[in-house]
């Protein structure tokens, strides 16, 4: 029974990886929609009024043992007028296999002009190590088997752009540049090739109604399958006196993939803004019509605005924080 358990999740973890791209230094779900754009793009990095900490975890298949796991800890914020700053922390598990890394960012802000029209380009560089690693002694539970566990490293960078003028975002990445050589698990050089191009557009209007809304679409392309992966979004925010209520729903989709790899996925977010917190939980359900279990991913978010200054001009939420 346990042979069986460990091949079902050992096969489980393998299509999660073709879904999440796992070998990618660190996966892109929906948590960017959750006040985290840096988390996706390296030139988000202090590109706001404020300083940004943010915690996240999340839980793959609820109640199944050794699911797939991330947690996150980032935080960014400029040094000066025009440079900033960010690191991220994460761990990703997926059943037998864990990847640890850290990742640093630098990044620059110039803006257009000095009117009151919010008018900026961004630029970011981000270098990421990562300490990659299988359990090997969980395969078979039987201490007669040769139970070892097998470590390697490797490292990366992204580069990415990003334009905004008042309410409308763009940001524009390519990430994992170096595309150099790494240490697989066997300790032999694999050359990798997964490299992947992302642009996220967005606009936020409605600031003088009742609720304010924000599109937005982000669209990824891997270079080395021609996978294209989009993301519709729509968020809206409702103010009170000392607080932000805001909801978004995102819808993703994968092209040009085989039909098992034809992954489609509904995501609907809740969060809240109180004075400098944030809070946010989301569920992903995945509309397949084979799926592994129904009980989704759930995925909580919280954060706290540190050094916030007084915005310079109207533009969206990733710009200006609410308080």
Known sequence: MKLFKSTILLIASVFFFLD????????????????????????????????????????????????????????????????AFGFILFNDSNGFHSQKGIQGTFAYHLNINRSSLFNQISFGLSFTAVQNQVDQTQFFGDPTVAQIIQSSAYYNADFSVAYHKSGFSSYFTVKNLLLSAKNNLNNNLEPLDIRNYVLSLGYYFGQSKTIQLEPSLMVQLRESTGERIVDFNLKAYKDFNKAQLWAALSYRKSFDVSPIEDLKYITPIIGVNYNKWMFSYTYTNQLNDIVLTNTGFHQVSVGVNLFTRKPRASACPNINSSF
């Open 20 to 83: 999440s791209n796992a070998q990618e230094t660190l996966p892109i779900y929906s948590d960017y929609l959750s006040d985290n754009v840096y988390l996706v793009h390296p030139s988000a990095a202090g590109i706001g009024n404020t300083g940004k900490l943010r915690l996240t975890a999340r839980q793959q298949w609820a109640g199944i043992k050794d699911a797939p796991t991330l947690q996150t800890l980032s935080f960014h914020n400029r040094f000066n007028e025009k440079g």
